[in-house]
């Protein structure tokens, strides 16, 4: 059988995380683009993309691909595929357009011809067509237009992967569970060398992520995928992968990783959420003040997504912020690298402290950077060379 060929999207600036992640796991030539990686493999392989893939948001399996000028070659391409090999009229289907330097007006006109068409093929195989779901469909078919050409993808994922299926109490600005795991990678964190804390936990997202990677949890455990509604999804392959993810996990046990939060809401939001995962007891959480709170271990990575303004705080709270926090730092924080997530560009130059990194990244649509900051005890500066 010929490799099939996919495309997973992923959070901007986590790309080459996501390539090595995939290659890890046996995909074949994985490229990174803008916003994601494309690779090929077998089923076997998709499979375990969704299941083991902290970072990836989907992974989307292509059908076909075609140049278009105008909606009615779009239908035309989309009518082709012998969709009714992969799916059935019983189930509900919806389709997802998007672009980049498409000629087209309006995209939700394309939208609508790539439904008629699938709706049509089926009427003409079988006289029956699929109902559309907006909400839960039981398929999804995405479409990418460029400005020359369009390319169909059915969705293998179903909910978005960074749906993990377990978190219930949320807050108000989440971070996106790939989207964490990305950061924990970006830092270098080593779970069986070293501490982690999160001193601003709200959900505890940081705090699930880490002890997952720490007890080998794969991510999709807690969930089902897409796949396995599909006509041609092969049980006898998925259940092995599937069960030797469920044998290599690790029993829950403590873990040097700590949480803390200010608002007493929020840490009871993380202690539900991390039961929810079958972590209750590996992650210690509390109701802590950053700026007055004492480094639980003499070393470790600390990691945090401060409020910033688009978010929940307003600016006149976070300049009297920032520099309470380096002080914070520098006080209790020494021999601890110290990561900061943050869409607020006033960060590095409020904690009066000098950045060792500064990678970019995206939450959303909102551009973020990802500041390291190494406590090294005492000054960091040279000595001057006595006076003779």
């Known amino acids: 059988m010929p490799a099939l060929n996919f495309f997973a999207p992923c959070p901007r600036g986590l790309e080459l995380l996501l390539v090595d992640e995939l290659r890890a796991i046996g995909a074949t030539d994985p490229k990174a683009l803008p916003g994601g990686v494309q690779f090929s493999g077998d089923w076997a392989l998709c499979y375990r993309a969704n299941l083991e893939s902290r970072i990836a948001s989907r992974v989307l399996w292509q059908i076909t691909m075609g140049r278009y000028r105008s909606e009615e070659d779009i239908y035309r391409i989309a009518y082709a595929p012998t969709w009714a090999r992969w799916f059935t009229t019983e189930q509900t289907i919806r389709v997802f357009v998007t672009a980049h330097k498409s000629p087209l007006r309006s995209l939700e006109f394309a939208t609508l011809r790539i439904k008629d068409a699938v709706c049509d093929h089926f009427r003409t195989v079988s006289g029956v067509r699929p109902s559309v ?187 009297a912020f920032y520099p309470k926090l380096g002080d914070a730092l520098k006080a209790h924080w020494t021999g601890w690298r110290c990561y900061f997530f943050t869409g607020d560009p006033a960060l590095p130059k409020g904690v009066r402290l000098k950045a060792s990194k500064r990678t970019p990244l995206f939450n959303g649509a909102i551009e973020c950077r990802l500041f390291e900051y190494q406590m090294i005890a005492g000054s960091a500066r040279k000595p001057k060379p006595a006076a003779e």
């Open 133 to 319: 779901d907006t909400q839960t469909p039981d398929i999804r078919i995405h479409a990418f237009l460029s400005a020359d050409t369009v390319t169909l993808y059915l969705d293998t994922s179903g909910e978005p992967l960074y749906k993990r299926g377990f978190k219930e109490a949320s807050v108000e600005a989440p971070l996106k569970e790939n989207l964490a795991a990305g950061i924990l990678r970006l830092t270098g964190w080593n779970p069986a060398e070293e501490a982690l804390c999160d001193p601003m936990c709200g959900s505890g997202t940081f705090l699930i992520e880490a002890a997952q990677m720490a007890l080998d949890v794969a991510p999709g455990l807690g969930r089902h995928f897409a796949f396995e509604g599909f006509k041609h999804f092969e049980p006898d392959t998925w259940k092995p992968i599937r069960q030797a993810a469920e044998d290599r996990r690790l029993a829950p046990r403590p873990l040097a990783i700590y949480g803390s939060d200010i608002n007493e809401t929020q840490q009871r939001k993380a202690f539900v959420n991390l039961r929810s995962a079958g972590l209750e007891g590996c992650v210690q959480v509390g109701q802590a003040d950053l700026l007055d709170m004492e480094s639980p271990e003499p070393s470790g990575v600390l990691i945090a997504n401060p409020p910033y303004g688009v978010r929940l705080s307003d600016t006149s709270e976070l300049e």
